[in-house]
């Protein structure tokens, strides 16, 4: 897999913010940055003339199939005409989550895009890689995940799948991700955690809330977490820390204020991936899982800095209706470096290393990577009587910004030097010779959203989003200037039909647009350029359900979809739009419980192709790091005396995938079991000690577990060797 750097630049996306359509106006003009329609995040929604309850992030479920992010309010999951879950701390506490990736081994739509050890998180969903600049948002508003993100202080990771064009201007079809960070709570609460695990790594944090002023009307909420990083890898010892404050201030019954503030940085040599030997696939044992490629006297460690926050006025309107405003900003500082292996094997659509196993090594440095973003958004939801039926009502006005500022970067020939000897010496290259492509985006975003019961069975859903883009790019050395601007109108149809009691059919068809940039440093004769925006289109066919009946209780789902997108290949020396990827997909779910036993299980099965390429010799061809076909599965029981005590098994299969675009080479499918444990010991009062240990790779399987395509280069990335780790956590 390329240089993660090396990746495709794509503008960040916008930041989001929530307020009443009467002050929406004033409000976009005041910072000229407007957001789009994603939902805020909160966990719950008032009922018709009441704003939420102070501290909704601690009563997000465990697990569920619906997510906020999606913007049809406070349905319950069976009513939703979409695929979503959410996936509380807890859950992912549980599951031995360490990072956001780790959210692949809980929804078998979701799998790893480029994922390593000291660098940020890459997701595909449904098959289609997510847009680190464009399908992330945190609270509800547009995030760049071009940093890694850490959990400490979330409430819940939400995952919205398939195309996002009512809820986001600009997204790949995949879906979206939203990051719920942790609010005051109703009752105060303490808690410290620490922990380690059998490669050195170690970890403390500390979580704090309080509520305080009359009749408790003003929260706080601190979140600090410090670790030292280490792994199986060779050369990968880092640190990362957290710093997080939330407040909240319930002005009357009627209005409430909320802020936040995050910082947080990273710092962790990266461990850049394998390759075919030649257009040979080597085995799975024929490298050490210590290896790091990236392990030079002269390597340093990427460093990612982060600076969020966010500002929300919700006001209750009375007669069913109310508003929002929320604006947002992230601050984004990057130095990235390596020792970076690339090829150089030409196969007849990619980049191998050597057959003679033998790789090059390109210095590569960028520091000092800055993203800036920042949005305005305002929401306006209510309920009316339209000819004898209800409507519940959603308008939204976003305006966001978005800028680069890239310096001129190194990426300069070192040496060659054997795969499985990867410390010999090759001399550093730190030449900054290579000119980095700066962008500006600006987009203004009106959407509006009708919900429609016609009966107690029949209901319906007509959305719309206008995005109006403007987006500009200019090299570091003033060339290659572009300027692009666009209008794109997104909509999305909805048709329930209820079946069943809490069992709904529903039919639904939507559209997405996207935004791409050929790849810098690439020596394309358009590299870093931004291309014009172009749409997807998505229809689905599902059924969801949910059931109680004595101690059995749970939520299940099955659907069909058909995705279209464009897509970006270099054609005659220029990254440009060349043909279309189809995919068409069954997934189902079923999770809950029977009496002390949980069961959480997903599959999908996807066929995916490419259509209408100008290189014949592609079209039918499965793409690249796609499985066939995904399992996961997560059951757990829990004895009540003399203490409770959780045992859980999460079992991941992933099926065969291709690893070259001609479809000559696949990797085997795999399977992976991790295990882990957690008891709650009570010391009396308000004190209980939360112990978990978690065992990731129960039985040490060794696999390529990835191989992802990037830059023109095919990549592989082994399975990480069997691990253990153990936390501490005491509330009080």
Known sequence: MRRLSLRPALPCRPVAVSVSVLTLTALCG???????????????????????????????????????????????????????????????????????????????????????????????????????????????????????????NKAAVELLKGTSGLQSGVSSPGGLVNLLVKRPTA??????????????????????????????????????????????????KGRAYLLAVATDWRLSADTVVEAELEHSRTQQPSVPGLSLLGDALPSDTAYR??????????????DLRGLSGSLRWRQNLGQGWDSSVMYGFQRLRTDDRAAFPYGYTELDHGISFYDD????????????????????????????QWGGLQHQLRFSVMRSLYDTDIKPQAYNYSGTIAVNAPGTPVPAAP???????????????????????????????????????????????????????????????ALGWTVAPQTQAYLSWGQGIELNAAPRNTGLDNAGQVLPALKSRQTELGIKGQHRAGRISGQWGANLFLIHRPLAEEVNNRFQYDGEAEHRGLEGFWQGRFGAWGLAASAMILDAERRNSATAALNGKEPVNVPRQTVKLSGSHTWAAPLPVTLQMDVIHEGRRAVTDDNRVHLPS???????????????????????????????VRAWRESPKEFGHYYLFPMARRSVMASAQVDF
Do not use: C
């Not at 692949?104 to 680190?132: H, Q």
């Not at 002023?213 to 706080?220: F, K, N």
């Not at 600090?224 to 050369?235: F, Y």
């Not at 079991?673 to 065992?695: E, H």
């Open 30 to 152: 005041a910072i000229n940055a407007q957001a789009e329609t994603t939902t805020t995040a909160t966990a719950t929604t008032p009922s018709a003339d009441e704003l939420p309850a102070i501290g909704v992030s601690a009563s997000i479920v465990k697990r569920s199939a619906r997510a906020g992010i999606a913007g049809l309010g406070e349905l319950p999951a069976w009513q939703t005409p979409l695929q979503a879950q959410t996936f509380a701390a807890d859950t992912m506490k549980d599951a031995g989550m360490a990072r956001l990736s780790d959210v692949s081994k809980l929804d078998a739509s979701t799998t790893d895009s480029y994922n390593t050890t000291g660098y940020w998180d890459y997701l595909s969903i449904r098959g289609f890689k997510l847009d680190n600049a464009y399908n992330y948002r945190r609270e509800g508003l547009p995030i760049s995940a071009e940093t890694r993100l850490l959990l400490d």
């Open 289 to 302: 899982r210590s290896l790091n490629l990236n392990d030079q006297a002269w390597t340093q460690p990427v």
């Open 431 to 493: 030449s900054l010779d290579v000119a980095g492509t700066n962008r500006w985006e600006r987009s203004t975003e009106w959407s509006a959203l009708d919900h429609i019961r016609f009966s107690e069975t029949w209901q319906a859903w007509v959305g719309l989003r206008h995005t109006q883009l403007t987006r500009s790019s200019v090299q570091t050395d003033g060339g290659e200037a572009i300027r692009l601007s666009q209008n794109v109108t997104t909509p999305w149809l």
């Open 357 to 384: 196993g033998t790789v090059d090594i390109y210095d590569y440095r960028s520091d000092n990577e800055y993203r800036h973003s920042q949005a305005l958004k305002a929401e306006l939801n209510g309920q009316v």
């Open 187 to 236: 009752a105060p609460q303490r808690s410290v955690e620490v922990g380690l695990d059998d490669a050195g790594a170690q970890r403390g944090a500390l979580d704090v809330s309080t509520r305080f002023g009359a009749d408790g009307a003003m929260g706080l909420r601190v979140n600090a977490a410090a670790s030292r990083l280490n792994t199986h890898i060779d050369n990968t």
């Open 670 to 700: 795999w399977t992976r079991a991790d295990l882990s444990l957690r008891a709650v010991q009570s010391l009396g009062g308000p004190y209980n000690i939360t112990w978990r240990v978690a065992v990731h790779n129960l039985f040490d």
